[in-house]
C-alpha cells in the first residue's frame, strides 16, 4: 500500500484541489503533464525524458499546457505556504 506521503500522492492531491476549480474538463494529455511536473516536484523523480506524443499533435500541446498549469499550481502552493508561515502558528491566512 502505497504511502500517504508519497509523492505521487502528494501530487495527485495537489492537482485534484486545483482541477476541483476549472469549469471544464481537461484531456489526459493535459492531466500527464501536469502530473509530470507535480511529482518532479515532490521528488519523485524526473519527468520522461521524451513526451508520449507526437510533435505537432493535439496531445502534445495539451501536455505542454498541463506542464505550464503545473508550475502555476505549484507557485500558489508555495506562495500559500509562505503566507502561512509569515501569519505565524495558530493563525489563519
Known sequence: MEKVDSP???ATLLYLQAASQYSEARS???RSGVM??????FG?????????YTP???????????CES???IWEDRENI?????RAGPG???
Do not use: W
Not at 81 to 85: G, T
Open 8 to 10: 505521487i500522492k502528494r
Open 28 to 30: 489526459e494529455a493535459y
Open 36 to 41: 509530470a511536473v507535480l511529482l518532479y516536484k
Open 44 to 52: 519523485g523523480g524526473m519527468p520522461s525524458q521524451t513526451c508520449p
Open 56 to 66: 505537432g499533435s493535439t496531445q502534445i500541446h495539451d501536455f505542454n499546457l498541463g
Open 70 to 72: 503545473a508550475a502555476d
Open 81 to 85: 505556504a509562505l503566507q502561512a508561515r
Open 91 to 93: 493563525r489563519t491566512v
